[in-house]
Each structure stands twice: as structure tokens, then as C-alpha cells.
């Protein structure tokens, strides 16, 4: 890898960008060198902010024939440090937060094209405004921008319906490693020529080039939503009861997600202004939401669902939100428990996923062998049923120093939860990317057709390295 960027170097850069894209001040740059959890730390040349796709294309060819490593970056809102620098100063952070338009919503086709800066929650109204809804939606979603939404394959609450981004995704544009413009926004149905560069872009981390702007995938906006909250026993149970509703309700059923009670009295305890939504405790929650195009049938079609879960002992309770309001309220508990968590302390946490059948028995059996082997941790899961994907933290005994713990065992716990989800053939990430937190774990773990593939795309794209050096591939 390089050293610092020559005066030289930096100079045309600032001469292409302008002071609106250009800046080396530490201050400015320093909430970006840091990543979302606070795990990673880095240092930047420069940050470069470029305020379209010719600028992009034309500062990457400047860095290009210089040999200046690129790190591109959204909202800096990932999980596994895929988005900080390193700490050696020589590399440059592109901000891509200035390329913010919404260029294109056509109604007919329900596509709209979207710049890789745009924040997801402002598309979210944007559609809205057309009768149209972006059926992806996250707890970041008023911080994540659309370029690192594709760039880490993005998941979300809606997947079980909807899929991933790599689903919604039916155009891209990106830069790249030598500064050429790759167009492919067009949403061809068909396109027989041979390996698809647009779906590579998906979850490639910004190691193959920089995603400019994507053809998005839109529905119909849902003119009707119904949300309830259920306490179940088991999570067996809740698989049931997934099946049931699924086959009852069919496309109508867009969110299933699971909690323990432990992380709802964490949010109550933690978080503000939330309450819980059924009186009596039980082991076990799920939050279901339906969306639709008519209220009634909507909501007969739940509460036919839930009364027979009922009837059949299959469910505790089930309260079903009798507003909008009321449906906010309950997946802002959902979407409050890493933050509640976080205040409880520090823990491992895993973002994971396993076949959807299998999820029940990852979440029973995976405490028994941490505890096996590191008497008095606590293992916590949660996440979305519908998708297989587990969230799964663990905490240090509770009468040990919780610093010192993890820093003596948690690589070698992280590596018994990942090594029990390829036995069950799920991936140790399943919507946060791999980024530099599980670069060297997924050298080690993963498949080596896998990883000779990984890194052979990577070489022929890249062949220097230059682009988000350290991430993903090892």
C-alpha cells in the first residue's frame, strides 16, 4: 500500500472537488473516522465528498494514477467497521452524503432511480408522495443512506416478504477502480451478457468500486397496516404460529420478529416513554405486521388468525394495535433493543442467520454449549423469525470484570456461535456485512471455493487494492 498522499495529488483533488468537496480539516473529518458502535477508530488524508457521478468517476481516476487508497461512505451507520479508515492517515474517506437526489420515480413501473446518499427514511416519503412505498425498512433507517444499503446487501424488517436490497435492486450505477463509469440503471427483465455486474455491487462492501445510484424496486404504498403483539411460550411455537399466519394470511404478512422477555423489561427499563403491550409477562414475544390495500378484511383476517392460535393453545396472549400510533409504539420496543441493550453493558453481539426451521433449535441449544465451555456467560437472541436471521449477544458472567472478560474470551466464543451456525448451514452475517470486524472469521471459516472466488473477483476488479483496503477480504 501507499504512504501519504503527495501535495501534489491532494492539490488536484481539491482543484476538481472545491471547497464543498474537499477538506482535510481534522474536525470536520473526526465523527466520520469513527464507526456507529464506537469499536473502530481511523484517520483520513482528506475527505472527499463529490456532488455527482462525473465527480466520483474523476476523483477516482485521480486516485487511480496516484495509488491513493478510497474508503467509500454512507451514512456511517454499519455494524462491523466496513465505512472507518484505518489509523495509518494514508487513506481518503468519500463521503458520498452530497449525492442525495431522488432523480426518478416512475409511477407506471414502480422504479425509481435514487443517488447513493439519499437517506433511506427521506425515500421512504419521497415514494409515499408518488402512492408508492420502498418496501425495505431498518431501526437506521433516518441515518443509512442508499449506497451503503447496497454495498452491505441491507436486510431489515420487511425481508420475509419483501427480501433483501439485492432483491429490490433492478439497476446500478457505480464507478469503477479506474475511474470508468459503469451504467447499468436500466431495469431490463432480460440481460443474457453473461455475469451480472449490477447484483456484484450488492453487498461487495465498496471493495469492487463505489455505488453511485440504484434503479430501485417500489409497491404500492399499504393503505392498510395492522401490527400485534404476541406472548408465546417457546420459540417452537412461534415457528408454528408463523406457519399458520403464513399460509393463512399469505402476501398480507410482511413482519415477523421475535423477542424474549429479558429484552423487553431492558427496553422498559432503558428507553423512554415505552410501555409494555400486554399485562402479563410470558417467555416469549413476537410482533407481527400485516399490510394490505383494505382495513377490514385486513384486520378480520389477524384476528381470525390470533383467536385460533389462541383457541389451539398455540399463544398466551396477543393484543392488536388499535391505531397507528399504537403500531409505532410496538416496533419502537423492537427497534430499541440494541440501544437498550448497549446500556446494560458490554456483550458480544452476532448477527447471524440459519435455515428459519432451524432458528428455534440455534436459540435453544447455542446457551448450553456457551456455558459448556465458559461457565456463567448469558447468551440473549433475538430478530426476525420469517428470515432465519438471529441477533445473538452474549454477556459475561455477571460477578466478573465485563472488559477484561471479553478481551480474554471473545474471540473464542465468537467462534463457537459462528462455528454452530455453519453447522447448521446458516452464514456468520446475515445483514451487517463483514466489513473489517469479521474479515479475518471469514478467512478462516468460510468454504475455500468461497473465499478463491471472493478474493479472484476482487483481484480482477482491483488489482491494486485500492478500493476499502482491509474490508471484507483478507
Known amino acids: 500500500m501507499t504512504g501519504t498522499p503527495s501535495p501534489a495529488a491532494l492539490r488536484a483533488l481539491s482543484d476538481l472537488l472545491g471547497p464543498k468537496g474537499f477538506t482535510t480539516d481534522p474536525d470536520i473529518m ?59 492517515g494514508a487513506q481518503l474517506l468519500v463521503s458520498m452524503r452530497r449525492m442525495n437526489r431522488v432523480r426518478e420515480i416512475d409511477t407506471g413501473a414502480q ?52 427480501g433483501t436490497m439485492r432483491g429490490l435492486v433492478a439497476g446500478i450505477e457505480a464507478v469503477l477502480p479506474d475511474g470508468s463509469l459503469f451504467n447499468g440503471l436500466a431495469a431490463l427483465k432480460k440481460d ?60 398480507a404478512l410482511e413482519g415477523f420478529e421475535i423477542m424474549p422477555q429479558s429484552c423487553i423489561e431492558s427496553v422498559l427499563r432503558n428507553i423512554p416513554q415505552t410501555r409494555a403491550p400486554l399485562d402479563a409477562k410470558t417467555p416469549w414475544h413476537v410482533l407481527i405486521e400485516l399490510a394490505g390495500e383494505d382495513d377490514e378484511p385486513l384486520d378480520e383476517a389477524l384476528r381470525a388468525g390470533l383467536e385460533a392460535a389462541l383457541d389451539a393453545k398455540l399463544i398466551d396472549d396477543a393484543v392488536v394495535a388499535q ?30 442467520s440459519v435455515p428459519v426451521d432451524l432458528m428455534p433449535a440455534f436459540i435453544a441449544e447455542n446457551p448450553h454449549r456457551l456455558v459448556a465451555e465458559f461457565p456463567g456467560a448469558r447468551a440473549m437472541s433475538f430478530g426476525h423469525l420469517g428470515d432465519g436471521n438471529v441477533h445473538h449477544h452474549v454477556k459475561p458472567p455477571p460477578d466478573v470484570d465485563a472488559v477484561q472478560w471479553l478481551a480474554a474470551n471473545g474471540e473464542a466464543v465468537s467462534r463457537l456461535v459462528y462455528r454452530h451456525v455453519l453447522e447448521l448451514g446458516g452464514s456468520i452475517s446475515a445483514e451487517h456485512g463483514i466489513g473489517q470486524m469479521k ?36
Open 30 to 88: 473526526s465523527p466520520w473516522l469513527t464507526d456507529w458502535r464506537g469499536k473502530y477508530r481511523g484517520a483520513a488524508a482528506a475527505m472527499l465528498s463529490p456532488a455527482d457521478s462525473d465527480e466520483t468517476a474523476a476523483l477516482v481516476k485521480i486516485c487511480a494514477e496516484y495509488g491513493l487508497p478510497l474508503v467509500p461512505q454512507g451514512g456511517n451507520s454499519g455494524m462491523v467497521g466496513g465505512a472507518t479508515p484505518d489509523a495509518s
Open 192 to 251: 443474457n451478457r453473461g455475469y451480472d455486474l449490477r447484483q456484484l455491487f450488492c453487498g461487495a462492501e465498496g471493495t469492487l468500486g463505489i455505488v453511485t445510484a440504484a434503479t430501485l424496486q417500489l409497491v404500492p404504498a399499504a393503505t392498510a397496516r395492522r401490527t400485534a403483539w404476541v406472548g408465546i411460550a417457546s420459540p417452537d411455537a412461534a415457528l408454528q404460529l408463523l406457519r399458520r399466519l403464513d399460509a393463512a394470511l399469505g402476501r
Open 439 to 474: 474479515r479475518d472469521l471469514l478467512a478462516e471459516l468460510d468454504s475455500p471455493a468461497r473465499l478463491a472466488a471472493l478474493r479472484g473477483i476482487k483481484a480482477g476488479l482491483d488489482p491494486r487494492g485500492l478500493f476499502n483496503p482491509g474490508k471484507l477480504i483478507a
Open 111 to 162: 422504479l425509481a432511480v435514487v443517488e447513493a446518499g439519499v437517506i433511506l427514511e427521506n425515500f421512504h416519503a419521497a415514494a409515499l408522495a408518488h402512492g408508492l412505498r420502498f418496501p425495505l425498512t431498518l431501526g437506521g433507517k433516518g441515518s443509512a443512506t442508499i449506497g451503503g444499503l447496497v454495498s452491505t446487501n441491507a436486510g431489515g424488517t420487511q425481508v420475509l416478504r419483501h
Open 323 to 352: 391505531n397507528e400510533r399504537e403500531s409505532e409504539e410496538f416496533w419502537r420496543i423492537r427497534d430499541s433493543i440494541s440501544e437498550a441493550e448497549r446500556a446494560n453493558g458490554p456483550a458480544l453481539q452476532h448477527d447471524i
